[in-house]
């Protein structure tokens, strides 16, 4: 397996086939897969990868009808390196992460879009077994959460342009701050174990 982060045609390759076997179900592109890969790494267990897998396709019932087994294979593959690759961003080198948010031309200006990112974050947290968090924490959760979830589009319209960027801008911070705080509680978990 190749490891390292995936190029712009990798990258590009596995949002289209996202989008070509997607359903209503399952994650629609790359930048919802790297948010849902994020929170999945950062959660206090450890869940397997073929229960990821699932669930990316929604279910065991929702899985791609794949044209061949390559295709297939290319596909986790490439899931599973881009998942090492942000492993190792956030154990290694945290400021090299960077979610992998959405861009959008309007006007002649760009816009970043988060809200798939912050909806496969808050999938990938669905998956795995945590405890309530404590306030700050709870705070980062919700910094996510505000993009990540139709009960808060009312409150993101209600937003200034800049108040909006700025919420914009703590969500990769608040993914790093979850991501160590749960670490520590793996590690300490870990420690009562032995």
Request: with cysteine; hydrophobic share 35%.
């Amino acid at each position: 397996m190749n490891h390292g982060p995936l190029n712009e045609e990798e990258l590009e390759w596995l949002d289209d086939t996202l989008t070509q076997y997607g359903n209503d179900d399952s994650v629609l592109d790359v930048s919802e897969l790297d948010g849902m890969l994020t929170a999945i790494l950062s959660a206090p267990t450890v869940l397997p990868a073929a229960q990821w897998q699932l669930a990316l396709w929604g279910g065991e019932d929702q899985l791609p009808n794949w044209e061949s087994e390559e295709e297939m294979n290319r596909f986790n593959s490439l899931a599973l390196q881009h998942m090492n690759d942000i492993a190792e961003r956030l154990r290694d080198a945290p400021d090299q992460f960077e979610p992998l948010f959405g861009y959008r031309e309007m006007d002649g200006k760009d816009y970043t879009i988060v809200e798939e990112w912050c909806f496969g974050y808050m999938r990938g947290l669905t998956l795995v077994e945590r405890t309530a968090l404590p306030a700050a924490q709870q705070k980062m959760l919700d910094v996510i959460a505000l993009h990540g979830n139709e009960e808060s589009i009312t409150t993101l319209e209600k937003m200034t342009e800049e108040e909006y960027e700025a919420s914009q801008a703590e969500i990769g911070p608040a993914a790093l701050q979850l991501y160590h705080y749960w670490q520590e509680q793996r590690g300490a978990e870990s420690k009562t174990l032995h």
